[in-house]
């Protein structure tokens, strides 16, 4: 074989080498898409559970979604948060969030949180708090008169011919004031309810809220209108994280992330994780009579009905 010969023989196995080399780099898959940034404006709660869930174990990756939790001092920054622009999503109260849209903020409630309402009545153990009757002229302490429970409790107390005075506290100085005698009562939620109970005082009347739905999930009309589908796989990856928390709410790696996120007391998050129930389907019945009660108490005007929930999200949350 003469040496020219040679290098043409080495010249065509170049050249099939770089043709499959080329052959493999077009069939190869293109590049994945950006993540879809969702900012997520947080007050730090066991009851936002899901949301810490699904970002620990990486079930918002599996979607291609970069989520960033931003904290907040409570379910009203957050609200602002979203309203302004600052923020996409947030987890809040549903009476909060109720109101807001009432009001003509720029929001839709895209999913449930958990069910039922979780906050309830402690009293000291030789309370004389025995009936619904017995909460006339009585002092109880909680967050705030437009919080689904109290709101439960006002109504059930007036129809058992009794009024009590709310003290507006927060969980941990509503326990303080329960401890010091300063109430007879406390309206608490998990897991300052469980923190409560843990310490001696006694749950009354857990089903006045048995039926309410507790927490909402709500995203800014304009998020919505431009990343619907990035939503609709946010709360799938919610919805997986649900389903992990209720196999086992107080499985080791679960309690250790509610106890991460919100400080609370690792015993609290082991005694009360049972009671939230997560789900994403929204209770749109029980969400519209909270909204016919915030007119009845002059706090909206009117009910939003249906134009308080996401229209993309009919069929799959509502």
């Known amino acids: 074989m003469t040496k020219q010969r040679k290098h043409l023989i080495a010249a065509i196995a170049i050249l099939a080498l770089l043709l499959t080399l080329l052959a493999g780099c077009s069939n190869a898959p293109e590049d994945e898409a950006e993540p879809t940034k969702i900012i997520v404006a947080d007050a730090r709660t066991t009851h936002h559970l899901n949301l810490y869930v699904a970002k620990e174990l990486g079930l918002f990756e599996k979607y291609n979604l970069d989520i960033e939790i931003v904290a907040t001092d409570d379910n009203a920054m957050s609200r ?7 923020a996409d999503v947030f987890w809040t109260c549903p009476t909060t969030a109720i109101a807001a849209i009432a009001g003509g903020a720029p929001i839709k409630t895209i999913a449930q949180v958990k069910k039922p309402c979780t906050s309830v009545l402690l009293v000291p153990a030789d309370s004389d708090i025995k009936e619904l009757s017995d909460l006339q002229g009585k002092n109880i302490s909680g967050i705030s008169p437009t919080c689904e429970a109290i709101i439960s409790l006002t109504v059930a107390a007036r129809a058992a011919g009794a009024e009590f005075n709310l003290e507006r506290l927060a969980g941990g100085p509503a326990i303080q004031a329960l401890e010091a005698g300063a109430v007879d009562g406390a309206i608490l939620e998990e897991p300052q309810a469980s923190i409560a109970e843990l310490a001696g005082y006694i749950r009354k009347f857990d089903d006045v809220s048995a039926n309410i739905p507790c927490r909402t999930i709500n995203a800014s009309d304009s998020f919505l209108a431009n990343n619907a589908d990035a939503l609709v796989d946010f709360i799938k990856a919610i919805d997986e994280a649900n389903t992990i928390i209720l196999s086992d709410p107080i499985a080791e790696n679960i309690v ?27 209770e749109v019945e029980g969400l519209k009579k909270l909204a016919d009660e915030l007119v009845n108490m002059d706090d909206i005007r009117e009910n939003p009905g249906d134009d308080m929930f996401a229209e993309a999200f009919r069929g799959i949350t509502w």
């Open 80 to 86: 602002d948060l979203v309203v302004s622009g600052s």
């Open 256 to 282: 250790a992330i509610a106890a991460k996120y919100t400080g609370a007391p690792e015993n609290a998050i082991i005694h009360g994780n049972h009671r939230l129930l997560f789900g994403i389907t929204l």
